[in-house]
């Protein structure tokens, strides 16, 4: 069935509602955080270690994380925020004292000495902080 543009009452309010600059700011919004969402989840440069496929498993989505990242350099960074090892002491036991404390997402470098990673994962014991994640690259 065509459709005719000529209206008889020419006075009468238009019932049709246009849309399409709706869609147009949707899919604009939809692409922007498609690309965006990726480069906020690492913000710290770091070569993770490799991790076979068969073994990698999917992160709850409902489970807070706090990224806990060692470089090559072994500097430490508590989210974005380079800490001392008193400070992130301190911090780690906070951590444990709340009762809905976030998972800790442990990411070291991949040429970094092993013990550096042993180091923290220490101070995450006498912390007591039990929920403790270790992020790797996938092959």
Known sequence: MARSFKRKDRMAAV??????SLLDIVFCLLLIFMITTPL???TIPINLPEQ????SSERPEDVKYQALS??????IYWGETIVTRQRLEELLHALAA????PVVSLRGDGELKYQHVIDVVDMLKRAKVTKISFDTQVK
């Open 70 to 75: 060692i470089d090559k350099t072994g500097q």
């Open 98 to 101: 709340d009762p809905q404390a």
């Open 15 to 20: 019932a049709e509602i246009n849309i399409t």
């Open 52 to 55: 076979s496929r068969d073994s």
């Open 40 to 42: 906020l989840e690492q």
